[in-house]
């Protein structure tokens, strides 16, 4: 029985162990479980978000956009969707730094959801408006943050599971004129990832356009 469950979670492994790479001495990170699944009715697709404590940032990444358990797709080549998401937030002065996690985390399965609802499928290099365009993502909706932009993440490479490839995308938040100049084609995503000169979000960043 046990060695049934071990390959049942094989895809949940993986990602655990290549988070594990770089953070060593965290065998037990925050973790924002889903507590009624998408199958069964659920309003978050993922099945989890673990979240570590990266020095001066929490490093987010996310559980069920591969195939954690068993292999369920035909293509055997890539996990589920193929992707994993991850955010880093910046430790701040926050009124409440728990609840600005879980603002996160309730991000990132909004984004999952677009996927599992439309089948779109975030690679890097890559954008996404979130709010209207005056909301901040933050807890109070006040920052400069709106949107995001996509990068592959840097720590965290692309794994080869049981049930094919993972690629890890990292979400950054950027400010609604940074959008603009991307949609008016002023500035590549790449180009604004160098001018922001970090993948770590700040909420209190000014925007670089």
């Not at 730094?97 to 499928?121: D, H, K, V, Y």
């Not at 160098?194 to 979000?201: F, L, Q, Y």
């Amino acid at each position: 029985m046990g060695e049934m469950n071990k390959i049942k979670n094989d895809g949940w492994d993986a990602i655990t162990n290549a988070c594990e790479k770089i953070y060593p001495n965290q065998k037990d990170p925050k973790h924002y479980g889903t507590l009624i699944s998408w199958q069964l009715g659920g309003n978050d697709p993922l099945k989890g978000i673990s979240v570590y404590d990266a020095g001066d940032c929490w490093h987010f990444v996310t559980y069920g956009l591969s195939e954690l358990f068993d292999k369920e797709t035909d293509n055997k080549d890539i996990s589920g969707y193929g992707m994993e998401f991850t955010f880093k937030l910046k430790k701040d002065n926050y009124e409440d730094e728990e609840m600005e996690i879980r603002g996160i985390c309730g991000i990132l399965q909004s984004i999952a959801r677009q996927t599992f609802t439309t089948g779109e499928i975030f690679n890097s290099y890559e954008y996404l408006y979130y709010t209207d365009y005056s909301e901040g993502i933050d807890i109070k909706k006040q920052s400069n943050i709106t949107g995001f932009i996509t990068i592959p993440d840097k720590e965290i490479e692309s794994i080869m599971t049981p049930n094919g490839k993972v690629n890890f995308v990292e979400f950054i938040g950027v400010t609604d004129a940074e959008l603009n100049a991307i949609m008016n084609k002023k500035i590549t995503v790449r180009e604004l990832y160098k001018k922001i000169g970090s993948d770590i979000t700040n909420y209190n960043r000014r925007s670089v356009i």
